[in-house]
């Protein structure tokens, strides 16, 4: 089932328009804990509590205020904060497009669908163009008084549009200093073996979230009022490097 339409606009290149909804792609349906005051297991109500008088502010004494220096602030109002909000806007702008596969993925962050509005044409032949030149458009849009940077990508029959991280969020490789550990001929050889053993088709279907499933069966258990053992987890040593030709070999066997 589609997600919900969150947004309705116009991708813009050039002279064309090309109405679109916006859906979400991912549905992330979590387990959700809350908490409570143990004695009578009635929810917690959060409350701002002022550091120095130790009581709670209400509403209209609360303001926003930026930290030049330790304990040193200046205050911002929302009147002020609405003037570097973008200007409202439909328009998903395209600039540029890149070569698909160009975009290194930790630039990308969330993914939504983009489906057509109207117009079906024009949709389906920007799909086709995408797909046949191999490209993404790189674009701009406004939502929800935020501005966002995206690439516009063919799917299958649908759009995709990803939101991407800035270039001055990205920390760059070359920042961590990693020591250079030299690798015999074999060592090379048995892990590449190795590699090409377990290299299959990507099935995403094929992996749960164990960690959900984990909570569901704690939730599941507790509700039957069953006692619960403490586990103590289980510690893994790092392979020392003296032991590395031994453990890949041991580890292709395995899967041979």
Same mark, same amino acid.
């Given at each position: 089932?589609?997600?919900?339409?969150?947004?309705?606009?116009?991708?813009?290149?050039?002279?064309?328009?090309?109405?679109?909804?916006?859906?979400?792609?991912?549905?992330?349906?979590?387990?959700?804990?809350?908490?409570?005051?143990?004695?009578?297991?009635?929810?917690?109500?959060?409350?701002?509590?002022?550091?120095?008088?130790?009581?709670?502010?209400?509403?209209?004494?609360?303001?926003?205020?930026?930290?030049?220096?330790?304990?040193?602030?200046?205050?911002?109002?929302?009147?002020?904060?609405?003037?570097?909000?973008?200007?409202?806007?439909?328009?998903?702008?395209?600039?540029?497009?890149?070569?698909?596969?160009? &975009?290194?993925?930790?630039?990308?962050? %969330? *993914?939504?669908?983009?489906? +057509? #509005?109207? @117009? =079906?044409?024009?949709?389906? !032949?920007?799909?086709?163009?995408?797909?046949?030149?191999?490209?993404?458009?790189?674009?701009?849009?406004?939502?929800?008084?935020?501005?966002?940077?995206?690439?516009?990508?063919?799917?299958?029959?649908?759009?995709?549009?990803?939101?991407?991280?800035?270039?001055?969020?990205?920390?760059?490789?070359?920042?961590?200093?990693?020591?250079?550990?030299?690798?015999?001929?074999?060592?090379?050889?048995?892990?590449?073996?190795?590699?090409?053993?377990?290299?299959?088709?990507?099935?995403?279907?094929?992996?749960?979230?164990?960690?959900?499933?984990?909570?569901?069966?704690?939730?599941?258990?507790?509700?039957?009022?069953?006692? &619960?053992?403490?586990?103590?987890?289980? %510690? *893994?040593?790092?392979?020392? +490097? #003296?032991? @590395? =030709?031994?453990?890949?070999? !041991?580890?292709?066997?395995?899967?041979?």
């Amino acid at each position: 089932m589609a997600g919900r339409t969150i947004w309705k606009g116009y991708i813009h290149f050039g002279d064309t328009d090309v109405p679109v909804k916006l859906h979400t792609a991912v549905q992330e349906d979590r387990i959700q804990f809350h908490l409570l005051h143990k004695p009578d297991r009635v929810k917690l109500r959060q409350q701002m509590i002022c550091a120095y008088e130790k009581v709670p502010v209400p509403l209209e004494e609360q303001v926003k205020g930026f930290e030049l220096e330790e304990r040193k602030y200046i205050l911002v109002d929302p009147a002020e904060l609405e003037q570097t909000e973008p200007e409202s806007s439909r328009m998903i702008e395209v600039h540029e497009f890149v070569k698909t596969g160009q &975009i290194d993925p930790i630039f990308l962050e %969330r *993914v939504y669908y983009l489906e +057509p #509005d109207t @117009l =079906l044409k024009g949709y389906n !032949a920007l799909v086709e163009a995408l797909k046949e030149m191999g490209v993404e458009g790189i674009c701009t849009w406004s939502m929800r008084k935020r501005s966002y940077l995206g690439a516009l990508q063919a799917s299958g029959k649908l759009l995709r549009l990803h939101t991407l991280r800035y270039a001055d969020e990205v920390i760059p490789v070359k920042s961590f200093d990693l020591q250079k550990f030299p690798l015999s001929e074999k060592e090379l050889k048995i892990g590449d073996d190795l590699i090409n053993q377990l290299t299959v088709p990507f099935q995403p279907q094929k992996f749960d979230n164990e960690h959900e499933k984990k909570l569901q069966n704690l939730i599941e258990r507790k509700a039957r009022g069953e006692k &619960i053992a403490l586990l103590r987890p289980r %510690r *893994v040593k790092p392979t020392a +490097p #003296d032991k @590395l =030709l031994q453990a890949l070999e !041991a580890s292709l066997k395995k899967v041979a």
